[in-house]
């Protein structure tokens, strides 16, 4: 059964949905009904055939008419091009199985995932993506073609978690990779060594590309509702520490905050969007955010 309107991003809703496409379609949908009666977009969402010049590109693909009109140089794209080029990572670690209502921070990931694969091929852009834990599981590089979108849905929908994470590990291989600009969007829930993570992204916006940062935390690591004596088990050490709530539950508060806080303005001092996702949550603020950055930047 299809959800309807008023619970069409709720994500429980979209967990018991087997079917990815199905899942991001219906995401995506959702997401565009609510922003076409939205009074307050912020931003556009209608898409040019032209994207902005940038040095070194060849003079002879400026379109001069919309340059006598606007004064500035656009670049024409032709049907086998596209306006972006973008990888999502998706973060498959030990921790990120972790839920407590229902929804994994993975199957939320997952779904946000999925839906920005379908929207971006809807535009005509490029999409590529790259799961990991502490080692890189799959690699589609991005590309703008027929079947593309199939095969990174079948890619996601064969992922399951793993181990232990590293984030730099995938960062730094497409730092190394990266023959042109792109849009890189992170979908983790960070939990790994920060200064390396962020030491990382700095590295791979320095060379031009912009980066999206989704962090992805459930309700309960952003609330820390226990109120009874109980075994905290890592998941990925699967260390066990046996705690009373009421004596850990301010020190876990202010942890929790410095931890967001350093991603925020980390980021946002090096040029990167960040955005908090509570699995909670709806899916549309996600949504909105890569909608924002991708009429900003090109």
């Known amino acids: 059964m299809v959800p309807n309107e008023l619970t069409v991003l709720d994500p429980t809703v979209l967990a ?15 997401f565009l009904t609510g922003l076409h009666r939205s009074p307050h977009r912020g931003f556009s969402a209608e898409f040019s055939d ?5 040095p070194g590109d060849d003079m002879r ?3 001069w008419k919309v340059y006598a009109r606007s004064g500035k140089f656009h670049i024409k794209l032709f049907e086998d091009e596209t306006n972006v080029r973008c990888t999502i990572l998706l973060d498959a670690s030990g921790s990120m199985g972790y839920g407590s209502s229902g929804v994994t921070k993975f199957e939320y990931a997952r779904t946000l995932a999925s839906a ?3 929207f971006i091929t809807g535009q005509r852009d490029a999409i590529g993506l790259i799961t990991f834990d502490e080692q890189i599981q799959q690699y589609l590089p991005s590309r703008y073609c027929q079947g593309n979108l199939m095969q990174i849905l079948r890619a996601l929908a064969a992922t399951t978690v793993g181990n232990r994470t590293d984030i730099l590990k995938p960062v730094s291989n497409l730092t ?6 792109q849009m890189v969007i992170l979908i983790s829930d960070l939990l790994d060594e920060n200064e390396a993570t962020l030491g990382g992204l700095q590295q791979l916006r320095a060379k031009g590309n912009d980066i999206i940062v989704f962090h992805v935390l459930d309700n309960a690591e952003l ?8 075994d905290f088990e890592d998941s ?12 850990v539950r301010n020190a876990y508060m202010q942890e929790i905050e410095r931890f967001r806080d350093f991603y925020k303005e980390k ?13 909670s949550e709806p899916l549309d603020a996600a949504l909105a955010s890569y909608l924002a950055k991708r009429t900003r930047s090109y």
């Open 223 to 230: 609330t820390f509702p226990f109120n009874r004596i109980a």
């Open 176 to 181: 190394r990779s990266l023959s042109r600009r």
């Open 50 to 54: 032209y994207r902005h010049y940038y």
């Open 61 to 63: 693909y400026v379109d």
């Open 236 to 247: 990925e050490t699967h260390e066990i520490q046996k705690a009373v709530p009421q004596r």
């Open 267 to 279: 980021c946002r001092a090096g040029g990167m969007d960040y955005c908090l996702l509570n699995t």
């Open 116 to 118: 920005l694969a379908y």
């Open 16 to 30: 018991s949905i087997s079917d990815l496409e199905l899942r991001a379609r219906i995401t995506v949908e959702g």
